[in-house]
């Protein structure tokens, strides 16, 4: 595996397998993932944690099934927010949109199997074009992934805002008309699973950020104001760990922009 670039403030988390499981509840409130009793999933677990993206994947991998959940979201949060080349952002979610369908097919009933095979095939969608990608069947798989997602477990915040957020980008890109008929998107059930992800999960910066833009998309230049004030309050959110740090940079960089 080549060299991934790293978190760029290596050191401001230091959670360790000892130190993690009082965090847990508080820094996975979006996924739901439950606590890891095996010590080295702990351990991958800190490393993601802690920014140590590459670190927490390759542990991850190596641990089999209980590890396969961490490698997931590392490589997915790293590929989201620090790859700098296009065509290796689009592999690792190519990578981890394989990976995950598989674990869904041995563990169908574990939530994050589906929700990291959405995520990944999101945001590949979004790096080739949404509209490509409706094209080519993959809009549907993301939308029954994270349907599934939400029927294990319907406390997972992350899944709300993701489909909210499928809701949004097709309608953005096809219309009303033809998103509703063709690909079951709706502007009210948008609206309402971002409402929702920010109920389960109210601290959430990215929660704000994502439905900050669903609701410019999904309710136009009118909407400017109350998603300016989503982007401030999740750009003055406090950071619990690495991926937390770089949701609330990305609002920052929004708003200086």
């Not at 490698?71 to 790859?83: G, P, Q, R, S, V």
């Not at 994270?146 to 890109?173: C, Q, R, W, Y």
């Not at 063709?182 to 009210?188: R, S």
Request: charged residues 20%; hydrophobic residues 45%.
């Amino acid at each position: 595996m080549a060299r991934w670039t790293p978190f760029p403030h290596t050191g401001d988390f230091q959670f360790t397998a000892a130190t993690l499981p009082r965090h847990w509840v508080r820094l996975h409130a979006g996924d739901g993932e439950p606590l890891p009793s095996d010590r080295d999933v702990l351990q991958a677990w800190a490393s993601f944690h802690n920014g140590a993206f590459q670190a927490a994947t390759e542990a991850g991998l190596a641990l089999g099934a209980a590890g396969f959940t961490v490698a997931h979201k590392a490589t997915c949060i790293y590929a989201n927010y620090l790859e700098k080349k296009e065509r290796v952002r689009l592999d690792l979610f190519t990578e981890v949109a394989e990976r995950a369908a598989a674990q869904a097919l041995d563990d169908p009933t574990n939530p994050n199997a589906w929700y990291w095979q959405a995520y990944a095939l999101g945001r590949y969608s979004q790096g080739i074009s949404v509209a490509k990608a409706l094209a080519q069947g993959l809009g549907t798989r993301v939308k029954h992934a994270l349907e599934k997602t939400i029927a294990l477990n319907p406390s997972h915040g992350d899944a709300h805002i993701a489909l909210g957020s499928f809701h949004a980008e097709v309608i953005d890109k096809v219309g009303s008309l033809i998103g509703g008929m063709t690909y079951g998107a709706k502007k009210d059930v948008g609206l309402q699973l971002f409402q929702k992800a920010l109920q389960l999960n109210p601290g959430s910066a990215i929660a704000m950020i994502e439905y900050a833009n669903g609701m410019v998309m999904l309710e136009g230049e009118k909407r400017m104001e109350d998603a300016t004030r989503l982007y401030e309050q999740a750009a003055a959110t406090r950071p619990l760990d690495a991926m937390e740090r770089l949701d609330v940079e990305l609002a920052r960089s929004e708003l200086a922009d």
